[in-house]
């Protein structure tokens, strides 16, 4: 199963202005159907806690079960979590259930076993493309006797109620922020923050999606400029207000579609 980490967040939505531009980074969230395969793990309630793109809660984050660990040739070292894939069974008439598919959000990592090799028990492994998927979304597709199947899959749009929110953490110098609920292309690929006593400064990534900068921050309020991979750039005026603290997450607007 892959790794699970547990992040506990607390909710606190909070009004700001925005607004998106075009950038010459990336391009469309959609994509041409491609073949991977697939698998499942048999998930409980713990399991929609966590994960290694730093999310946490995946039932209070709006993700629920819809969820994928990625291969690391997917995962691309945390840049692809918050992205949307449909997913659909192919070449087995047996298991699969025709004219289904389903649309996931990658929120984990499907760690390699170097053990085994690639084509024999080692399905995460480089360079294998490969869905790790809670049963109860492989069985919208396929019965669970498949074990692991052929699928084809695509990035599609991320449709989000609500929208972009920022976790902050940290403490004094230190600052993190863990950006979840993205609509659009849903994986975001740089942020920018600032500050009223600063200009746009660049965050780094710290893992999954929670970014961070060495930076004091306390008594302003914040901006944040996010670029997915679709190129596209959302500007959240601050949305994080002056009287901010640690442990609060606050709502801004969403990417439009």
Excluded at 10 to 27: E, K, W
Excluded at 78 to 90: D, I, Q
Excluded at 167 to 177: E, I, M, P, Q, Y
Aim: net charge positive.
């Amino acid at each position: 199963m892959a790794p699970c980490l547990l992040l506990v967040l607390f909710l606190l939505p909070a009004l700001a202005t925005g607004h998106q531009h075009p950038s010459t980074l990336g391009s469309s969230a959609l994509s041409e159907w491609r073949s991977a395969k697939a698998s499942y793990y048999a998930a409980d309630p713990e399991d929609a806690i966590g994960g290694a793109c730093g999310f946490g809660d995946l039932g209070k984050h709006g993700y629920g079960m819809a969820t994928v660990g990625l291969s690391t040739a997917l995962f691309e070292r945390g840049a692809a979590c918050g992205g949307c894939y449909e997913v659909k069974c192919v070449d087995d008439l047996k298991y699969c259930l025709p004219g289904t598919s389903i649309v996931v959000t990658a929120t984990n990592f499907c760690a390699p076993n170097f053990g085994l090799p690639a084509d024999a028990g080692g399905v995460c492994n480089p360079p294998n493309h490969h869905f790790l998927l809670p049963i109860q979304s492989f069985e919208k597709i396929a019965l669970w006797k498949a074990g692991v199947m052929p699928i084809q899959y695509r990035r599609v749009n991320c449709l989000r109620d609500g929208g972009v929110r920022f976790a902050v953490a940290g403490r004094s110098f230190f600052l993190t922020v863990l950006i979840s609920n993205v609509g659009g292309a849903g994986d975001v690929r740089s942020v920018k923050i600032k500050g009223t006593e600063s200009g746009w400064l660049s965050m780094g990534r710290n893992w999954g999606q929670i970014w961070h900068i060495n930076s004091d921050f306390r008594g302003q309020p914040l901006s944040f400029e996010l670029t997915s991979s679709d190129g596209k750039t959302l500007t959240n005026y601050n949305v994080v207000p002056k009287e901010w603290d640690f442990g609060k997450t606050y709502t801004g607007k969403q990417f439009l579609l």
